[in-house]
């Protein structure tokens, strides 16, 4: 199968995954808090379970990757992501949205990012790099395409009927592109990759300094998600320059997958994870001291920044440790991102609300100003130790 195949698939797949599920509460937490008549707490409580429940998961899905390979879990998590969807569309209170929300923890834990670059490194190895950043070429529109479609759905069918709708785009289009496009990856011997200095866990430190940028990065990422237009407000920004500002953290994301595609492809992941990771605490050291006139600079740093994040998560083990068990060391890194990624929406809000927005971008430029320092704890493996990894 030709690679641009593949990669266009993963794209495509995880679009609709992310759309279906991740997206899913922007537009479905009113409709579903009201018919169902709960507060909008319990809902974003249950989803924030469902969310720590799939990053506990994570090493389970990336360890059966690195043994099968990716195209029958992804092809199953179609299957399940369809299950909880269904099990959503018939929810009649707190007990039946848990277990659709459970489910569809479930499908996120094996079925999103970390999977897809899994199933990637387990068919290129080393050579994984540019089809990791294609696939979030794609799925960088996730948001752009899922909202307006959940959307149109729900003015059409109601939520119950959307829900029935994005389960049957998993049977339909997710399912078949995972199952019959994505060749089956033979497991790879073993790598004898360079030794790194472990923690007293036994953990490499590596490993450590990685998991927690990671976590630091997507707490902000999903902070900003959820509360940047309010944040653009509070600092004196009419409402419509912060929807328009907002607006754009989307393009800026695409635009800068581009740019690590095109003119950063032949550069090292590490030095694209370091600019990444020092965009955000740069705007928000600037919109702090200038105030709302750079409101729409921000936003494109912080866009920027957080799109190109996305391929360091996928490319820097790789590049690190090599394709054997990637799968299973992506689903450890990723494990405490998807936890802090539960409560950042709730913790960022109580800073935002009660100390203000300089406060809140004290919190999340020092984050990502204390993740781009450690990266520079981690050096990148020479041409000596990965001919001598190769054997």
């Known amino acids: 199968m030709r690679r641009s195949v593949v990669v266009s698939t993963l794209g495509i797949t995880q679009t609709l995954a ?3 599920t991740y997206y899913l509460t922007a537009v479905f937490a009113d409709p579903i808090s009201d018919s169902l008549q709960l507060p909008h707490a319990w809902f974003f409580g249950i989803f924030s379970a469902a969310l720590l429940l799939s ?3 994570g090493p389970l899905a990336g360890r059966m990757i690195d043994k099968h ?6 092809a199953t998590t179609n299957l399940v992501f369809a299950a909880g969807l269904l099990c959503l569309s018939s929810a009649s209170g707190v007990a039946t ?5 459970g489910l569809l923890g479930i499908g996120m834990g094996f079925g999103l990012y970390e999977a897809a670059f899994a199933t990637a490194a387990g068919l290129y190895g ?3 790099r540019n089809a990791i950043t294609g696939i979030t070429l794609f799925a960088g529109f996730a948001s752009t395409v899922g909202w307006p479609t959940s959307a149109v759905f729900i003015e059409h069918f109601g939520w119950r009927g959307a829900c029935i709708a994005w389960a049957v785009l998993h049977l339909v289009i997710g399912l078949p592109m995972n199952r019959l496009l994505i060749p089956k990856a033979h497991p790879s011997a073993p790598e004898r990759t360079p030794e790194h200095a472990a923690a007293p866990s036994g953990i490499p430190w590596t490993m450590v300094v990685l998991a927690a940028v990671f976590g630091a990065t997507w707490f902000v990422s999903t902070a900003l998600a959820a509360h940047l237009p309010r944040l653009l407000e509070a600092m004196g920004a009419t409402t419509a320059t ?5 607006s754009l953290v989307g393009p800026a994301q695409v635009a800068a997958r581009m740019v690590e595609f095109t003119l950063l492809r032949g550069l090292s992941p590490m030095i694209s994870a370091r600019l990444a990771t020092c965009l955000h605490p740069l705007g928000a050291l600037l919109f702090a001291i200038v105030g709302p006139v750079f409101a729409v600079p921000f936003v494109l740093l912080h866009g920027a920044g ?16 090599g394709p054997a068990g990637y799968g299973l060391r992506t689903g450890i890194l990723s494990a405490p991102a998807r936890i802090l990624q539960g409560g950042a929406p709730l913790l960022f809000g109580i800073v935002l609300d009660h100390a203000g927005p300089r406060y809140a971008l004290l919190l999340s430029g020092t984050m990502t100003g204390l993740s781009f320092l450690a990266l520079f704890a981690l050096t990148m493996p020479t041409m000596a130790m990965k001919a001598a990894a190769r054997g």
């Open 242 to 246: 912060a929807i328009f500002a907002a």
């Open 306 to 321: 957080n799109g190109m994040l996305t391929i360091a998560r996928g490319t820097l083990p790789l590049a690190l440790f």
């Open 55 to 57: 990053g506990l998961l």
């Open 97 to 101: 949205l848990a277990l659709a929300w």
């Open 18 to 20: 992310w759309g279906s």
């Open 69 to 74: 390979g990716g195209r029958d879990v992804l």
């Open 126 to 128: 080393r050579e994984a």
